[in-house]
């Protein structure tokens, strides 16, 4: 289930960040971020999917998600420390959320990762152009998706798109 989820948001999510819409390899528009950005919106979205309170073992992230593992290290560790992620040691240790899927957003994640959004379209877009007021409408638009829309969001949703086509064998 999660290995799907990777490919569609592969698929909706080009590689390059900037804050814009842009036709990427698919055929839908999508907004930009970076592969990291990307993998750490995975990394939380496999955790929001697992067991509550049960740690998942990074190579386990790793391989269903399709992410290098010390890439992905590097990430849960800054995500650690955003409050994000918990890590428990030992032989049944591994990554577990720090808080429940409901409590945390697509825009919080991004934001952390990445850095203020602001700050990086500010520097290719000038505010003061005759498009400035435009692209400020843009960003307020992004932002009031991605800061509404919880992992628990995105889980109820994907697995429902999931279920709709379950195949039914009865006569």
Known sequence: MSGAFAFALRCTVPRA?????????????AMNISVKGEYALLAIFDLSSQPAGEPVRIADIARRQ???QKFLELILAG?????????RRGAE???LLARAPDAITVGEVLRFVEGPQH????ATK???SAFGDMWQ??????SGVIDKTTFADLLRAWNEK???YVLNWEI
């Open 17 to 29: 960040y900037n804050l814009y819409w842009n036709t990427g390899d698919c055929s839908v528009q």
């Open 66 to 68: 399709k992410i290098p």
């Open 79 to 87: 995500l650690k420390q955003g409050g994000f992620v918990e890590s």
């Open 93 to 95: 240790g591994g990554y």
């Open 119 to 122: 700050n990086k379209s500010r």
């Open 126 to 128: 000038k505010t003061d």
């Open 137 to 142: 409408q843009v960003d307020r638009a992004i």
């Open 162 to 164: 999931q279920n709709r």
